[in-house]
């Protein structure tokens, strides 16, 4: 939403909304954080734990060195600094779904600081990016949420899972600019695979600080929390709703109070989490369990080297190599197995153009039709480029490709094969052609004379009808050009 | 009472059952009469773990049948405070809250233990969650000094020295946070050491103050002690804070008598009002030992530690009021069934599970760490600590190791001081820095005083000494003959042979 549009209705005031967000994603390490209990997600409860995981008494927890690498990754692709020595902290909450009474997080050594990425071309600061464990789950049971519950239940196989929470600077100007933020940093952990990037499952969660002010003004209004999005939509969908609400409040001369706030989706809400009143003293202190850790140049300079191709430099090579427009490369980007295809497809066929209308086109409709995804497919690169090139050739007809796809997709032919197979090939011969011209047009010698009045659109008709005739195989190209010399010496 | 020695140490009784003269099940099973013989007067040990150290004494007899070599210690019987786990065995840690906790897995030293084919038979009691001076707050049980049963053992591992000290088994385990298992043997005429922190797994010890705890053992001569501290250091994966480094022999260090060395004498710790006089004469006694040996000796001064109570009493309650936090009633241990809600389900369970000076310490740790007052009480305590070391670091420059006592006084009268948590509190002024350096510190017995209650000095040095403080105090041992020191009651019912 522009600023603009902001302007209340009772005042001619305009609004700026100043947001960060908090994403935690989930290192996709095989083992938790300072446990080897398994990371496996969809176990049964309490399956996946240790007596670390439980918290239990004479437990000390060992740092996965993994997670510490990922994090590093991380960092790196966010263009943040790494410390040369970091540390971790206890963070002391009392809750049921945190076992030892206390989080293992980073309070203020965070191991990657100082970063940024770049968002709608504007530069979103990174604050910080800090490793921490996971708490549990806690399951309500005798009702369907926590109102009305009679017990609770915990699940402590997330107890530990290894996190990255990632503070931007509260540089976000706008919810469009929100969800594309969080959209670029889901690509990232996707493109340099520490985290599934999945909202709905939970291995990334955004939590959004906003607040809201007359634009202009420097200083910064209170602000609050919002929590429960899961989906990048939803996210958009709050910060409309919350910034608006706040400036309702402004304008009436109201306080904004300082809270956590869940998104309601049904009723397109945000309501207070109405927590206690007293803010948490969370006692901060180093953990004196896990001794500092120290993290070498060369180190660094080895995940560096291991980092891959990030999100926004194949996009500038998709457009630069391979000519592709800012639409199309924006689309294969963002979905990075379509993207990866492309790129492997690029190397046996020159028509990019074609590659990109396939996979963003019928294939993925197939996939959406199937529910499959692209990997699940027996399609190769070397199959599509072959179909392309087929058609390309004029050895078939587009409409004929597009009627081969399916086989593809399932079976293990290639498209010579299936054209040789099925009798495909597209009939190029012009004598065959201008004899089914002529059957064509002698049965409708009314279109003769209707496209020489100048009604040349029946020229489309009865290149149907000829197509038709030869089951789809002439070529397309030469039964237009063939009707037009008939006709026009006839 | 007097001193009188005892026959046989745990490696003389290794010894014999290696050669086979002694079964380790004959062994074990005397040692358990004895446990029903004396321990109704002692009150050292909590619970017994018959079973598993039967298993092991049949494993180590059927060892010495198939002519198999035996690991160090084998077959010696050996007890274990009740905050260390043992699989299946409960550690209570002398609290209600963990009354029926049942240790899900061994520690590293129990691990280490078992390797050893060390029965073992029992865990000891120890003031509760090893907090105090006295093992008078244990929840349980009143342990006794075996030099006078009206008087305290010492703690917090007050338990193990006791039964150590009353000849019901050889070798204890105790942990030792500020002093707690220096005091203790100092009490009780036994040997201890607090090794370099790191130097021994904290995986499965119960934590009190993570950066001061390390599992110590007791010993009634420095061969056991350093048999048994071989038998437990090492590194482990599973401790971050373990130290690498490889273990040396201490048992072979032993034998090797110091070469001129340089002893430094505490002037803060020799100067102070309230050391008892006969202490005094003690480090006299032993000083002229040490002469004999050709050390040379020199006060050195170690400015901060007249803070180090302070700090210490900051750093440990701090650490300790979060590695409590866990016990909540959720996942185990006691719960508090009749709360209402969550809120009071945590604090109901805890306001029923831990006793007062546990209580006490969690909130001066949740005041020391609270917002607007960490800079004052945690931060100010962290730097002074970092002063004690380098006052140490100092010393050590100057001198190889230091000497001096392990408490200001012997053993006082059951009572006597729970009732003043400061005056309790200033028993532990010459083990605690000790702790807060991380340094070595092993205590040893030096006499008795007049009304004959043992006296135990100090040997401390620099990181990773332990070699050193070994053979210095078997020199010490060899010269005052203060060797297997048990009170005569106890010297014939014992495991001895």
């Given amino acids: 939403m522009s600023t603009a549009s902001m302007a209340a209705q009772a005042s001619q005031t305009t609004y700026e909304m100043v947001i960060g967000l908090e994403v935690h994603i989930q290192l996709k390490t095989t083992t938790k954080l300072f446990s080897d209990a398994l990371t496996t997600f969809g176990a049964d409860p309490n399956e996946q734990t240790t007596p670390i995981c439980l918290g239990m008494p004479g437990v000390l927890p060992v740092v996965n060195e993994k997670a510490v690498e990922l994090a590093i990754l991380t960092g790196l692709a966010l263009n943040c600094h790494i410390a040369e020595v970091t540390k971790f902290d206890r963070k002391h909450y009392f809750y049921p779904d945190l076992p030892k009474g206390y989080q293992i997080s980073q309070y203020d050594m965070p191991i990657c600081y100082d970063g940024h990425i770049d ?52 540089d976000i100007r706008s919810s469009e600019e929100a969800r594309v933020y969080g959209e670029t940093l889901r690509n990232l952990v996707r493109y340099i695979d520490v985290c599934d990037g999945n909202l709905e499952e939970g291995s990334m969660r955004v939590d959004v600080n906003i607040s809201v002010r007359p634009t202009g003004e420097t200083k910064l209004g209170t602000k609050t929390e919002l929590k429960n999005m899961n989906s990048f939509r939803y996210i958009q969908k709050a910060i409309e709703y919350e910034a608006q609400r706040q400036i309702a409040l402004v304008e009436s001369g109201q306080a904004i109070v300082q809270e956590s706030r869940l998104w309601n989706e049904a009723k397109g809400i945000t309501e207070s989490m109405r927590s206690k009143e007293d803010a948490h003293d969370y006692r901060y202190f180093p953990d004196p369990d896990l001794r500092p850790l120290t ?22 090579r998709f457009k630069d190599t391979f000519g592709l427009s800012d639409y199309d490369a924006t689309q294969l980007v963002d979905a990075k197995e379509l993207g990866d295809f492309f790129d492997r497809t690029a190397q046996h066929t020159k028509n990019y153009k074609a590659i990109a209308n396939w996979l963003m086109g019928d294939i993925t409709n197939v996939l959406k039709t199937q529910q499959q995804s692209l990997g699940a497919t027996t399609l190769t690169p070397e199959n599509l480029a072959s179909m392309i090139e087929l ?88 039964i237009n050009d063939i009707l037009i010399r008939i006709i026009e010496n006839s | 009472m007097t001193a009188s020695p005892a026959p046989s140490t745990a490696l003389d009784l290794h010894k014999q059952i290696q050669s086979g003269q002694l ?49 160090l210690l084998a077959g010696v019987p050996i007890a274990l405070k009740d905050n260390i786990h043992v699989q299946g065995v409960r550690s209570t840690c002398a609290s209600r809250i963990l009354e029926n906790f049942v240790a899900p897995f061994d520690a590293t030293v129990t691990t280490k233990l078992n ?30 000094n075996p030099w006078d049963t009206s008087r305290v053992p010492g703690g917090s591992s ?66 056991d002690l350093a048999a048994l501290l071989k038998v437990i250091a090492g590194f482990d994966p599973m401790d971050s804070t373990a130290l690498s480094d490889e273990v040396p022999d201490y048992l072979a260090l032993c034998d090797q008598p110091p070469k001129q060395l340089k002893v ?55 650490e300790a009021s979060s590695n409590l936090a866990r016990y909540d009633g959720v996942r185990y241990g006691l719960r508090a069934e009749e709360a209402q809600d969550i809120y009071h389900l945590f604090t109901q369970t805890r306001e029923q599970g831990f006793g007062t000076e546990v209580k006490r310490r969690i909130m001066l740790g949740t005041f020391a760490l609270s917002s607007g007052y960490y800079d004052a009480y945690y931060g100010k305590a962290q730097k002074v600590r970092q002063l ?44 605690i820095p000790v702790n807060l350096a991380g340094i070595p510190g092993l205590s040893f017995p030096a006499g008795f005083d007049s009304s004959g209650l043992p006296i135990g000095l100090q040997l401390l040095g620099p990181h990773g000494a332990e070699g050193t403080l070994f053979s210095v105090s078997q020199a010490l041992e060899t010269a005052s003959g203060l060797s297997n020191c048990l009170p005569d009651v106890y010297k014939q019912q014992g495991v001895a042979v």
């Fill in chain 2, 23 to 71: 079964s380790a099940q004959a062994l074990l099973e005397q040692t358990f009469n004895a446990i029903k013989a004396v321990d109704g007067d002692i009150d050292g040990f909590l619970h017994l773990a018959e079973n598993q150290a039967q298993q092991t004494a049949e494993q180590v007899d059927q060892a010495v049948a198939t002519g198999q070599p035996l690991p």
């Fill in chain 1, 295 to 316: 993290i070498s140049r060369q180190q660094v300079d080895e995940i560096g080297a291991r980092m891959p191709e990030l999100p926004h430099q194949r996009l500038a």
């Fill in chain 1, 119 to 170: 968002v709608l071309g504007r530069r979103i600061g990174i604050e910080r990016a800090h490793l921490e464990e996971d708490a549990g789950k806690l399951v309500h049971g005798g009702a369907d949420g926590l109102a009305g519950s009679t017990y609770s239940l915990v699940d402590l196989n997330r107890a530990g899972m290894p996190l990255l929470e990632i503070v931007s600077r509260p």
């Fill in chain 2, 264 to 318: 430094g004498l505490v002037k803060e710790l020799m100067d102070s009002d309230g050391l008892q006089p006969d202490i005094k004469a003690a480090i006299d006694q032993s000083i002229q030992h040490l002469e004999g040996l050709g050390a040379t000796f020199q006060t050195v001064s170690l400015p901060h530690i007249n803070y180090a109570v302070a700090s210490y009493y900051i750093v440990a309650t701090a």
């Fill in chain 2, 158 to 223: 007050g338990g193990s020295a006791a039964v150590v000290a009353s000849n019901q088994v050889p070798l204890a385990l105790g942990s030792d946070t500020g002093g707690s298992v220096r005091l203790p043997a100092a009490f009780c005429a036994l040997y201890g050491i607090k090794p370099t922190y790191g130097r021994v797994s904290r995986y499965g010890l119960v934590a009190y103050g993570s950066s001061l705890d390390q599992i110590s053992p007791f010993a009634r001569t420095t061969k």
């Fill in chain 2, 115 to 144: 390797a050893h084919m060390l029965p073992i038979v029992g865990k000891t009691n120890l003031d509760e969650f090893a907090m105090g001076s006295s093992c008078e707050n244990s929840a349980y049980k009143l342990s006794k």
């Fill in chain 2, 388 to 431: 004690i070391r380098q006052d140490f670091e100092t010393a050590f420059e100057q001198v190889d190791i230091l000497l001096c006592p392990a408490a200001p006084f012997t053993a006082f009268k059951l009572g006597e001081k729970v009732a003043d948590p400061v005056q309790m509190y200033l028993t532990d002024i010459a083990t």
């Fill in chain 1, 391 to 478: 058609t390309d050739q004029g050895t078939i007809s587009s409409a004929i490709a597009k009627k081969l796809l399916p086989d593809l997709m399932a079976g293990d032919k290639t498209p010579q094969q299936l054209v040789d197979e099925k009798g495909l090939a597209q009939i190029s011969d012009t004598g065959a052609i201008e004899a089914m011209c002529k059957e064509v047009l002698e049965a409708n010698p009314d279109n003769i004379a209707q496209y020489k009045a100048g009604k040349t659109k029946v020229l489309g008709f009865l290149v149907g009808q000829v197509m038709k005739a030869s089951k789809g195989k002439a070529n397309p190209q030469m």
